[in-house]
């Protein structure tokens, strides 16, 4: 198989054409022409990943962080980016990665969110006018204390920890949501009548949130692991004999709570 027919298959779910102006989505190692023979899938793109893609003979690397996210001015084995470039270079595996053309889609990384949290009647919360877009807002089966609203989202994103602002006074039935960092999209949640907002990477001036309103920080990396399943099922569905895995070292967080 080559690798254009999987990024035909990513493509068809997180086309391209979509990802943020700022991104680096696609394949940034390889050619559409490489061979494939099996595929290693993670969140992100790192030395460690390129080390297992090479010991267990994976010939593509899937992610849904770009390895390549800037311009590179030199490629050195000193710099980690630089690294796992040559490593994979040497060992003929390409890269791809689907980044902001899966936050997009409904189906992708803030509706996996949703899911998890089962909320209902899930739309969109920033469209680009083409039934894509950034964020998803949705409604529990049923209003929850601020209280009760914390345990459920510890629970179901498995946290021991989440920062929040103010907790609120009032129930909350609507809920918005942005897998990764998501502060720019604070003010589109309260326009759709949320009054929880669930992200990360969310900066300390913005916890000092309007009345009825409350912020959920679950952190970037937590926010955003379900990615690495849905990709390999899609992948396993199109091509079920096909060899597919996820890393063993799926925990790449490089943030530590003590």
Known sequence: MKAKDI???????????????WDNSGLCIGSPEDEVSSILIGLDCTEALVDEAVSCGADMIITHHPLIFSGL?????????????????????CIYAAHTSADKVIAGVS???????????????????????????????????????????????????????????THVSRIAMCGGSGGSLIKAARKAGAQLYISGDISYHNFFTPEGFMIMDIGHYESEIEIVDILFSLIKKNFPTFAVRITQNINSNPIYYF
């Not at 990513?10 to 990802?19: G, K, R």
């Not at 006018?129 to 209003?143: D, S």
Request: no cysteine; glycine share 10%; hydrophobic share 45%.
């Open 7 to 21: 990024i035909k298959v990513i493509e068809d779910f997180a086309p391209l054409s979509i990802q943020e102006s």
């Open 73 to 93: 001015k030199k490629i050195s084995p000193d710099d980690q980016t630089g690294a796992a470039v040559i490593k994979a270079v040497r060992a003929g595996i």
């Open 111 to 169: 509706g996996a969110m949703a899911a998890k949290l089962g909320l209902t009647d899930v739309e969109i919360l920033e469209e680009d006018g083409e039934g894509t877009g950034l964020g998803v807002v949705g409604n529990l089966p049923a209003p929850v204390s601020a209280q009760e609203a914390i345990n459920l989202v510890k629970e179901k994103f498995s946290l021991k920890m989440m920062r929040t602002s103010a907790p609120l006074q």
